[in-house]
């Protein structure tokens, strides 16, 4: 799909931290960009100090609503699916496991079939690039051993999720059954489907609020009590946590979309780092917040390497590394108040 620079594409969760960047990227090499969100003004206000503005139409969309997206994807020949549930857990104690099935799974599984059958019914998207989550990937095997290499193909047993319900095991039970039945139905219906598998996305933010996913990274500073935990999940799955600044993991979507012999699912992690490491970028920055105890729970070696060899091979590569993304986060913070210089 090399040369789509004229083409029109449809970006799904577009008030949010990759799909506003991927919003950005795709106006700035000349495409025509359909935007959806639930709230059009809220987006239109996000999106429109952006360059190229007049290649970009903005679409209310839910994806709990049927045929919801079928004006937005029309005459598009692409569809990036970034929107998401962020629920990492939820307050509900009796029938906890009922509800998430039937209140979050069940409607997030729907909402991806109907933008699917939106796009069979356009007859005109030609590929769709669905945003995973690396919360779907586990460093560890069947008996509980780390993995030396951790690639697309390390997927986590739902069923283990389900047992033990760790910090934010409801988001990784949407993205597990989400990506899955993408996978499905663009098998049963002809749709040329292809997932990446974003890490920890840090990096500058066009959204108004600070993203979760920073918040997460920069929790050992803030000591945030919702977020710090599930920095801590991460390292326990993953051994490291992996990550990838905004404009790569952006970068990638598109670099995927205009691949014709890309197929499959797509690990996109520039490097990672356990939280030893990510606290000594974090120290030379702000000395005086670190304590002691995040250098004594953690152990500074990575049990795993996370692997993006699939994508390299592919021809992708990486304009940042790990350091940049965690100092660009900072600075990103600094600029929006999140912390003080």
């Not at 919801?68 to 549930?85: I, N, T």
């Not at 307050?91 to 933008?115: C, F, K, W, Y």
């Not at 779907?136 to 697309?152: S, Y």
Request: include cysteine; charge should be neutral.
């Amino acid at each position: 799909m090399k040369g789509c620079h004229e083409k029109r594409v449809c970006v799904t969760g577009t008030t949010g931290y990759i799909g506003s960047w991927l919003v950005r990227l795709l106006l700035q090499q000349g495409y025509h960009v359909h935007a959806t969100a639930r709230d059009p003004e809220k987006a239109s206000r996000m999106l429109s100090t952006l360059e190229g503005t007049n290649r970009l139409k903005i679409f209310r969309a839910d994806l709990n609503e049927d045929r919801s997206f079928d004006e937005a994807v029309k005459s598009c020949v692409g569809l990036f699916h970034v929107a998401a549930s962020m629920e990492f857990g939820t307050s509900v104690q009796e029938n906890i496991e009922d509800h998430v099935r039937r209140n979050i799974l069940e409607p997030a599984v729907r909402g991806t079939q109907n933008l699917l059958q939106s796009c069979v019914r356009s007859g005109t998207v030609k590929r769709v690039v669905f945003t995973s989550s690396i919360s779907t990937i586990t460093a560890k095997d069947e008996t509980g051993d780390w993995k030396p290499v951790v690639d697309e193909s390390c997927v986590t047993p739902a069923n283990l999720v389900w047992k033990t319900k760790n910090s934010g095991w409801v988001y990784v039970l949407s993205k597990l059954s989400t990506e899955e039945e993408a996978f499905k139905f663009a098998k049963e219906n002809g749709i040329d489907l292809v997932s990446i598998i974003p890490p920890t996305v840090a990096g500058p933010f066009l959204i108004p609020t600070v993203p979760s996913s920073l918040q997460v990274l920069l929790s050992p500073i803030t000591g945030n009590p919702k977020f710090y935990p599930i920095l801590v999940s991460v390292q326990s799955r993953l051994g490291s946590i992996a990550l990838v600044h905004v404009e790569d993991i952006c970068r990638a979507h598109v670099f995927l979309f205009e691949t014709s012999e890309a197929s499959g699912r797509y690990l996109c992690s520039v490097g990672s780092c356990t939280i030893p490491q990510i606290v000594d970028v974090l120290s030379s920055e702000f000395p005086n917040f670190i304590s002691k105890r995040f250098e004594e729970e953690f152990n500074r070696s990575a049990p795993s390497v996370i692997s993006s060899e699939q994508l390299l091979d592919l021809g992708y590569r990486f304009k940042y590394d790990v350091k940049d993304v965690i100092k660009e986060s900072i600075q990103s913070c600094i600029r929006n108040g999140l912390l003080d210089n």
